[in-house]
């Protein structure tokens, strides 16, 4: 029973983007296809430890989610006449494959149409390809779950009315339409990297891999685009200190205490690649290649004390020269610690409470610069309160330990 549930467990990590793509490319509808998919997986729940795990998981669930979506659609139209059933009934003919084919990317591409808000894009994005439920989506931009909820469905349904197509965009929108897709793409990165759901595995390597298989062919797609391959250098710098991000107990390890051995070594010469690659190109870095390059940083030393800060801090100044959000302000602040003190990073990390009350690493990073300049009760607060904003047991496990070494 146990294998049985893990394997539905994997089916849904590995499969739900595959089965709501294919299930949108022939049914023409995101409503349908999200529905159905996660009907096929109740399906599964009921009848695979019965039946078995079937040998192709996959094809089974896309195969039970069209019989669902076929229901559906019988159930809506049922003054439907014989040429519609029939054209029901038959797959659509396969198109003819471009340089690069997924559809996956399709749904990406409809998903991140610039008829939506940004932040539509991506929690749409999120729910349909990375399978997020809609709580954890909300989680992550800090919004009510009943409002993202309600911003999905009406971002289906613009979907609809617009006849939004289908397809990966052609040669000449593909520049203007990216930028959408890299927010999206990251925001499901760090998702699967820390993810923010009390009941989710603290680290989702389901979502990571996916996000980097698609920056991947987003670069094959646009191999002179410098914020593409900076956002693959970011994710690959990332990734590679997956293995040291979670203790053996399930604490979350900060960057400072990581065991660096740990570190996938080709990761970091692929990010670190890539960044040179930027660099060299002489033109002005974006947001992405900016992260990136601070990641290259931080992973070029085996010893933390051996990092560069003033660097790191020269960087952020650039970053926030780009992009002036409380939360890279925040990240700053961090550094600055490290270059000039706390004190002098505590009154910057102050000055963003009315931005960021809500927002955990602020009250933890409060709570550790605090605890550097002795403030003990003060900084048992600020961990009180990042620990009741905790996303999931990993930060919750570490955070509590540090507040009590106060005793």
Known sequence: MVDVRQAITRAHQEEWARVVAALTRRFGDLDIAEEAA?????????????????????????????RKAIDRIRRENKRDDKQKEAQLLSDDPPEPLGAIDDERLRLIFTCCHPALAMQTRV??????????????????????????????????AKIKAARIPYRVPSAEDLPARVSGVLAVLFLVFNEGYLATGPDTDPVRQDLTAE????????????????????????????????????????????LDEQDRGAWDAALIAEGHRLVRERLAAGVAPGRYQILAAINAVHTCVRDVRDTDWSQVVALYDQLVRLDPSPIIALNRA????????????????????????????YHATRAELLRRLGRSQKSRAAYDKAIELAGNTAETAYLTRRRDQFG
């Not at 593409?228 to 979350?252: F, I, N, W, Y």
């Not at 009154?347 to 009315?354: G, I, M, S």
Request: aromatic share 4%; glycine share 8%; hydrophobic share 50%.
């Open 38 to 66: 996660a009907e096929a997986f109740a399906t599964a729940v009921e009848r695979w430890p019965a039946d078995g795990v079937p040998p192709n998981p996959g094809a089974w669930l896309t195969t039970t989610a069209s």
């Open 211 to 254: 996000a980097i298989r698609l920056t991947r062919l987003i670069r094959a797609l646009l191999p002179d685009d410098g914020e593409v391959a900076g956002l693959l250098a970011l994710m690959l710098l990332t990734e590679a200190r997956r293995a040291a991000r979670v203790s053996t107990s399930g604490e979350l390890v900060t």
């Open 334 to 361: 961090i550094a600055v610690a490290e270059l000039d003190g706390p004190e002098v990073a505590l009154a910057a990390v102050d000055r963003l409470e009315h931005n960021l009350a809500g927002y955990r690493a």
């Open 123 to 156: 929690a749409l994005t999120l729910r349909m390809v990375g399978g997020l439920t809609v709580a954890e989506i909300a989680r992550a931009f800090l919004v009510q779950e009943t409002a993202m909820g309600q911003r999905i469905t009406r971002a289906k």
